[in-house]
């Protein structure tokens, strides 16, 4: 099925570590948005918890079609998305989403993201905490909106993309942008890969959008933000500068 189909093919990328409480309730959200040719992967890094084989589990309950990538390695948020698109690459997704396993992104946006992906010249629409009507959870820590702030205004800085969320990390993305960029050579891993794949995008001469959402906190399991992710976030805009990416 081609990107200017009637009805794409949509594979939501959901990564997965301990995260056996949320993933059904979000599977259950993307149920209900009901849209046709929608269905999710979960790739799951040998969770502890089980949350592979509650995966598993839905791929025969669940009303869309759930399937699952088991890794066996856990190593890093950027390494299981980058694995999870080039599956949902090779089995004929016309869009991929990434989104959290979390419930921190609102899956109701994900139709106004897709309609944004088809109706304009975008190659990629973020769901922004940071455009007007977008915003963050009031229950959100203090100092985590401040080091996300700090982030992006950091990020823009340095590598000037000129989007107001350079850190989101729910996205829509087309099909042909997901090649073009080369998804396959990203090699930043944690929260930078949000930043690699957007410094990407920019480079190639394409164009980022942005749809406002309202990010919330997670309500079960822990966040996975290290003290590591953060020294790497820091580091790879400067990496990327020097990588020569898009010349």
């Known amino acids: 099925m081609s990107e200017a189909s009637a009805d794409p093919r949509i594979t939501v990328v959901v990564p997965t570590y301990n995260e056996r409480e949320n993933l059904p309730k979000l599977v259950g959200m993307l149920t209900d948005l009901q849209m046709k040719n929608l269905g999710v992967l979960v790739v799951d890094d040998g969770s502890p918890d089980g949350t592979g084989d509650v995966a598993d589990g839905l791929t025969t309950s669940a009303a869309i079609p759930v399937s699952v990538l088991h890794r066996t390695t856990k190593d890093g948020l950027g390494r299981a998305y980058v694995a999870g698109i080039l599956r949902a690459l ?21 139709p106004r993201m897709v309609q944004r992906l088809e109706e304009s010249d975008a190659a990629v629409v973020l769901g922004s905490r940071y455009v007007p009507g977008g915003a963050v959870a009031e229950d959100w820590p203090w100092h985590r909106k401040a080091l996300s702030k700090w982030a992006n205004l950091y990020v823009n800085a340095i590598l000037r993309l000129k989007v107001k969320d350079a850190t989101a990390g729910f996205k829509a993305w087309r099909a042909s942008t997901l090649r073009t960029i080369d998804v ?64």
Request: charged share 25%; aromatic share 6%; with cysteine.
């Open 184 to 247: 396959a050579s990203v090699g930043s891993n944690g929260y930078a890969f949000q930043v690699e794949m957007n410094y990407r995008v920019i480079k190639h001469g394409l164009r980022i959008a942005e749809v406002p959402i309202r990010f919330e906190e997670r309500v079960d399991g822990t966040s996975k933000m290290s003290l590591a992710v953060q020294l790497e976030s820091a580091a790879v805009p400067w990496k990327l500068l020097r990588s020569g990416i898009g010349k």
């Open 90 to 110: 090779e089995e004929g997704a016309d869009i991929v989403v990434q989104m959290d396993a979390d419930l921190s992104h609102p899956c109701e946006a994900i």
